[in-house]
């Protein structure tokens, strides 16, 4: 399948920093794509680029199978800043419907989709208030439905959750499911790792600038497994050291062990059950994209301020 976005080798300078060094990246078609990194990563110079805020110094930026054009491709996409980007004192109302007509709609269309969206996400009150008198949660809601009525190919979500409380998260996070499953293309940026592997197909982790990891979720924890297994028994004290694995901890009814070297997980097995043990459960430990995250960025890290020194 072709990808809806391939950024190629793009690059962009500042006068003492590389904000983004030759990144490179495809997003396919009908996926929800994480893009990930600490702050100063160089996620928001990214992010700005494929919106045409800002123009790489180099590289490639090819939306849908052709160069992108920012003045004639934004209205395949909605962005959704981690800023509040609202006019304060307009209300609601006529501010979705003057930001949609600036997307392209109709006034009768855009009434129609905000109507539409206001009433799926308990909104039909609001369309009076002004800006100003909404709530962080509400004012969150209403970035939402103004960054997704135009029913964009390309939907850039930069911190989606912050400020909702865990209905009205569910309720979003419902939508961005409903809204992939229907073809548009999503790129989820967060510090919260555990929304990333509830939400996210792939994502691309950067760091100072550049490219650190690239893949699915499931392939990145299979690629920094550690042979982690736990084992849930009623026997835990006859479990000890032994040439095939070791103990890490106990907790409860459960201990987690690491196979050495030369071994594999049937081996454990066998020998738990070879020494009377009643198994209740017995799951191999995959890393967190949390531990994966911190355990990438802080090598990446300390490599630079050692070539620095040199």
């Known amino acids: 399948m072709d990808?809806?976005?391939?950024?190629?080798?793009?690059?962009?300078?500042?006068?003492?920093q590389k904000a983004v060094d030759d990144i490179s990246f495809d997003i396919q078609k009908g996926s929800i794509f994480g893009l990930l990194g600490p702050n100063?990563?160089?996620?928001?110079?990214?992010?700005?680029?494929?919106t045409?805020?800002?123009?790489?110094?180099?590289?490639?930026?090819?939306?849908d199978g052709q160069p992108f054009r920012p003045a004639e491709d934004i209205s395949k996409i909605g962005y959704m800043p981690e800023e509040r980007g609202m006019y304060k004192k307009m209300k609601i109302g006529e501010q979705a419907l003057y930001l949609a007509q600036l997307k392209g709609l109709s006034k009768s269309e855009a009434t129609e989709k905000i109507k539409y969206w206001f009433q799926k996400l308990e909104m039909e009150s609001w369309w009076n208030k002004?800006?100003?008198?909404?709530?962080?949660?509400?004012?969150?809601?209403?970035?939402?439905?103004?960054?997704?009525?135009?029913?964009?190919?390309?939907?850039?979500?930069?911190?989606?959750?912050?400020g909702l409380d865990p209905v009205n998260a569910n309720l979003i996070k419902d939508e961005i499911f409903g809204l992939a499953k229907k073809g548009s293309t999503i790129i989820f940026s967060t510090h919260r790792m555990e929304q990333v592997e509830e939400i996210c197909d792939q994502i691309v982790l950067v760091n100072l600038g550049k490219k650190i990891l690239d893949g699915t979720v499931n392939e990145i924890k299979q690629?920094?497994?550690?042979?982690?297994?736990?084992?849930e028994t009623d026997k835990?004290?006859?479990?000890s050291d032994n040439p095939i694995f070791s103990i890490l901890k106990k907790e409860g009814q459960k201990?987690?062990?690491?196979?050495n070297e030369g071994n594999d997980s049937n081996k454990v097995l066998a020998h738990l059950i070879n020494n009377n043990n009643r198994i209740i459960a017995y799951n191999e430990v995959l890393p967190s994209l949390n531990e994966i995250f911190i355990k990438?960025?802080?090598?990446?890290?300390?490599?630079?301020?050692?070539?620095?020194?040199?």
């Open 236 to 239: 835990i004290e006859s479990i």
């Open 52 to 63: 045409g805020i800002f123009y790489p110094d180099e590289g490639n930026i090819i939306l």
């Open 296 to 310: 990438l960025v802080e090598t990446t890290n300390a490599t630079t301020r050692a070539f620095q020194n040199i």
């Open 40 to 50: 100063g990563a160089g996620k928001t110079t990214l992010l700005r680029m494929i």
């Open 255 to 259: 201990v987690y062990v690491k196979i």
């Open 223 to 231: 690629q920094f497994k550690e042979n982690i297994f736990s084992i």
């Open 3 to 16: 990808p809806l976005l391939s950024l190629q080798h793009l690059k962009k300078y500042y006068a003492t």
């Open 130 to 162: 002004k800006v100003e008198d909404l709530s962080k949660g509400m004012s969150q809601k209403l970035q939402f439905v103004i960054t997704v009525l135009h029913e964009p190919r390309l939907i850039i979500l930069d911190e989606p959750f912050s």
